[in-house]
């Protein structure tokens, strides 16, 4: 497997019972359709941070992968004050 181009988005949909779904790059490109095929058996909410990474498998076909991130400051509500 060869590792490629990674980056940040947000989960559009995504089906815990297929493992697949799609994200919204942070660049604005157009969504792109995902697996999750770890054994860890994540489960990703719609509007929820992840990263993608596009990687190379048997046959050479190119698919992306997702996984989560820790967003420290997700939303500005939940950003601490300042004194």
Same mark, same amino acid.
């Given at each position: 497997?060869?590792?490629?181009?990674?980056?940040?988005?947000?989960?559009?949909? @995504?089906?815990?019972?297929?493992?697949?779904?799609?994200?919204?790059?942070?660049?604005?490109?157009?969504?792109? @359709? /995902?697996?999750?095929?770890?054994?860890?058996?994540?489960?990703?909410?719609?509007? =929820?941070? /992840?990263?993608? =990474? @596009?990687?190379?498998?048997?046959?050479?076909?190119? =698919?992306?992968?997702?996984?989560?991130? =820790?967003?420290?400051?997700?939303?500005?509500?939940?950003?601490?004050?300042?004194?």
């Amino acid at each position: 497997m060869q590792k490629g181009r990674t980056g940040l988005g947000t989960v559009v949909w @995504f089906s815990s019972v297929g493992r697949y779904g799609f994200v919204k790059p942070d660049t604005g490109h157009l969504e792109i @359709f /995902v697996r999750d095929t770890a054994q860890r058996r994540a489960v990703y909410a719609a509007g =929820e941070r /992840v990263k993608y =990474e @596009f990687v190379t498998v048997k046959s050479n076909k190119t =698919e992306a992968r997702i996984r989560k991130i =820790e967003d420290r400051y997700p939303t500005k509500s939940r950003r601490p004050q300042k004194s």
